[in-house]
């Protein structure tokens, strides 16, 4: 089973169904829905992600690959990592192989800027692109797609790319480095850089009409914008679209940290990569963010209470997460103690998996809770005063910020790395 649902002969391949995907409909199987627009899952516990392994044809995150990123970067891994939270790869061995070899990679993720109501499922791809970045000093570009959501929205272009900015201050948040990051947006950049737009014309070259309604499952009324989109999310994928930081190579590879949902775009792009004589991206898949009313809904900007969102207060903090966090605590204290709760689909608790770093105490909480001695009150507590710092703090780096820093992340310049 190859990674991808492209014919490599160039013939179309008429649609994405993989083997696995098609013997599933013939079962009868229930599928999980996953990719770039649409997720549904009908368990409780949300998504089949071994499941989804397989289907989407790439690798779990075992202990081994987690044991060797610990030996090359000479550092404890990051909890979301350990815990699943990212759960598949593409070649990250590939990536160890190069750092073992002195060899250079940069990282590569994204946003779509529809809305300035970011919550925390957003943060994850920043989080840990700024972990790896400190982990293995290397550079990172960061794609706002306002093009993307001025095609998918019903926003003018000058929402969008406002947006943009907005939504890169959040971003710069989370501490990337100005001398290892650039962040841009398409709107900008891609009109100014020949390269950027040399690399959407070879990827398109490469790509058929059927090939990305299989992929994507566009229509014949979709507008062309849209159609051609894909290129844009790849291009990003090659190092010499960015010649300030990377001169004209095209021998570095990208490491991609982003939602599974994604990964539709860099199936393309490795199908397209060797083609072209380019670099196959490398990816780390993250699980979907659940929304506090439990991982089978979905999480959306305009219900302020599906989810913890930037901006909140922390008496919002507080009532959303009393109020609307599910639990998977029982009914009466009698019945709580006698019988415990369930930490899958405990949304408290599944918060605490993303955002308390400390192993112990989380494992601590874990027994106390499953056993019945800890009541979901005292856990949704636990939660509030995790949670309640975290976006504080959050609040205070994003006010700090002043236009100009947010302008040279977002100026096309050299980075502190020659190659
Ligand atoms: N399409 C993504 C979104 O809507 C944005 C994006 C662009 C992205 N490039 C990326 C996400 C690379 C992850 C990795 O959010």
């Not at 199987?29 to 044809?57: C, H, M």
């Not at 550079?139 to 406002?162: G, M, N, S």
């Not at 894909?230 to 095209?250: D, E, K, L, V, Y």
């Not at 780096?397 to 096309?412: A, H, N």
Request: aromatic share 10%; glycine share 6%.
């Amino acid at each position: 089973m190859g990674d991808t649902n492209l014919d490599s002969t160039g013939e179309p391949a008429g649609n994405a169904l993989t083997d696995q995907m098609k013997d599933a409909s013939i079962k009868g199987e229930e599928e999980d829905i996953v990719n770039p627009w649409n997720v549904q899952s009908t368990s409780a516990t949300g998504v089949d992600y071994d499941k989804l392994i397989k289907r989407f044809g790439s690798s779990k995150i075992d202990d081994l690959l987690l044991q060797r990123i610990e030996k090359v970067i000479r550092k404890p891994i990051h909890h979301m990592l350990k815990r699943g939270i990212f759960f598949s790869h593409r070649d990250m061995h590939h990536i160890l192989d190069l750092v073992e070899q002195g060899k250079p990679f940069f990282l590569y993720t994204g946003r779509g800027p529809s809305s300035d109501a970011m919550h925390l499922g957003h943060l994850l791809p920043f989080i840990i692109t700024k972990w790896l970045q400190d982990a293995f000093d290397v550079p990172a570009v960061i794609q706002l797609t306002d093009d993307e959501k001025f095609l998918w929205k019903d926003l003018k272009l000058e929402q969008v790319h406002q947006l943009s900015y907005e939504n890169a201050k959040d971003i710069i948040a989370c501490g990337l480095d100005i001398n290892k990051t650039f962040i841009f947006s398409n709107l900008d950049y891609i009109g100014s850089s020949r390269e950027f737009y040399a690399n959407m014309k070879r990827i398109e070259k490469c790509v058929t009409f059927n090939q990305v309604k299989g992929i994507f499952g566009f229509g014949d009324s979709d507008c062309i914008g849209k159609i051609s989109f894909p290129a844009i999310q790849a291009a990003p994928c090659f190092s010499n679209s960015f010649p300030h930081i990377f001169g004209s190579r095209t021998d570095i590879p990208a490491l991609i940290p982003c939602g599974i949902d994604q990964d539709p775009y860099f199936r393309m792009t490795r199908d397209v990569a060797p083609r072209i004589n380019y670099q196959k991206p490398a990816l780390l898949h993250s699980i979907f963010f659940p929304a506090l009313q439990g991982a089978q809904t979905k999480m959306s900007s305009s219900d302020p209470n599906s989810s913890i969102f930037l901006t909140d207060t922390p008496k919002q903090i507080k009532t959303k997460i009393n109020k609307h966090a599910f639990s998977g605590g029982q009914s009466t204290v009698e019945e709580h103690r006698a019988l415990g709760g369930n930490c899958d689909i405990d949304i408290a608790y599944q918060y605490l998996r993303y955002f308390m770093a400390d192993d112990l105490r989380l494992e601590e909480i874990r027994k106390q809770y499953s056993s019945g001695e800890m009541l979901t009150g005292e856990l949704k507590k636990i939660l509030v005063d995790t949670i309640q710092p975290i976006i504080a703090n959050h609040q205070t780096k994003r006010t700090q910020l002043d236009k100009e820093t947010v302008m040279s992340f977002m100026t096309p310049r050299p980075l502190k790395f020659r190659f």
